[in-house]
């Protein structure tokens, strides 16, 4: 089991460009997570989803920030524009109908300057 | 309403004495329960779960919780701690499915 997969480890950009981060579940799982931590808010949930559809995405801290789950084994969460404010560690989960808790991928560190 | 109190931000323990990490919820159900441990630069990995069974609760490198549902709490333990133990720890309520409670963590100093 190769586990929650997130790619870039390390994204480093500029203030106005966008960001794509990418995630993809543990197979058989349909639940996905998307979570930020930083320093001075620890540990957010941004937006669920469940079997592909977006459940609770009260998280989402305003219009530059988006998230796709085009199928079952893919995720996106998009910042455009980004911001300097939006350096935060991004994990991404994902959860299952027979499995209690949730998975944690390694984050994205990302970091705008 | 639900919500986790981590009772302490910081807990430093000699290496080789006890850890004790500690953590009340408040649930309108009957959750479960969970403790996760991230160590510095890393994700977030399960350590154990606590889920109606039995209320002790032994997980992965040598820690256990005991749920104690008269006093809300759900507290991580190890006889003896590791530097390797050395990380930050989060206590996670779960009241129904894919419904998830975070505390805001406790770090774990170990001290040779």
């Known amino acids: 089991d190769a586990g929650v997969i997130q790619s870039p480890r390390h994204e480093v950009t500029e203030m106005g460009q966008e960001v794509t981060l990418r995630c993809k579940p543990i197979?058989?799982?349909?639940?996905l997570f998307w979570y930020r931590q930083t320093m001075m808010r620890g540990l957010e949930l941004l937006i669920y989803?469940?079997?592909?559809?977006?459940?609770?995405d009260s998280g989402m801290p305003e219009d530059r920030f988006s998230a796709k789950m085009p199928n079952a084994s893919f995720s996106t969460l998009k910042i455009q524009p980004s911001e300097p404010r939006d350096s935060a560690v991004y994990f991404c989960?994902?959860?299952?109908?027979?499995?209690?808790?949730?998975?944690f991928g390694p984050g994205t560190r990302l970091t705008v300057l | 309403a639900q919500s986790v109190t981590q009772l302490d931000s910081h807990v430093s323990v000699s290496e080789g004495t006890p850890v004790l990490l500690r953590c009340n919820y408040s649930s309108s159900y009957s959750p479960s329960l969970f403790w996760y441990v991230q160590h510095p630069n890393k994700g977030l990995q399960l350590l154990l779960k606590y889920t109606s069974a039995a209320t002790l609760v032994k997980g992965i490198n040598g820690f256990e919780a005991e749920f104690k549902k008269s006093e809300t709490s759900f507290h991580l333990t190890k006889p003896s701690a590791h530097m390797s133990d050395a990380a930050e720890y989060f206590c996670v309520v779960s009241p129904r499915h894919n419904k998830f409670y975070f505390g805001s963590g406790t770090k774990l100093n170990v001290k040779p």
């Open positions: 197979s058989g799982h349909n639940s």
């Open positions: 989960a994902s959860s299952g109908d027979r499995v209690i808790g949730q998975f």
């Open positions: 989803f469940n079997n592909n559809v977006p459940i609770d």
